[in-house]
């Protein structure tokens, strides 16, 4: 876990998708940034600053990839929510829910 999908893109100015895991909740959330700033963001989640994710912390970073600008990361989280994107999360981490 806290592994990215391109190791080599970390501490770039660049905007991220990313996606995080509750193992109380059992569930993933995904989200993204405008600058590579993952662990500004997880604190927020963590310290209930953001009410998607206020309930069932902590959350841990178990994927992101980084992106040229903030609307191809948006593209990809948008992606990442729907129904296709939502299948693509289980099946590559599906692994970290209890069943």
């Not at 995904?30 to 069932?56: C, L, M, P, Q, Y």
Request: proline share 2%; charged share 25%.
């Amino acid at each position: 876990m806290g592994e990215t999908l391109y190791p080599w893109l970390k501490n770039t100015n660049m905007s991220v998708t990313y996606i995080l895991f509750n193992k109380s909740k059992n569930r993933f959330y995904v989200g993204s940034s405008r600058k590579d700033e993952i662990t500004i963001r997880i604190k927020a989640h963590n310290f209930g600053k953001v009410r998607s994710t206020k309930t069932g912390r902590p959350w841990v970073e178990i994927a992101k990839e980084a992106f040229g600008s903030y609307t191809e990361a948006r593209k990809r989280e948008i992606f990442l929510k729907s129904g296709v994107g939502c299948n693509w999360v289980k099946k590559q981490f599906g692994f970290l829910k209890q069943s």
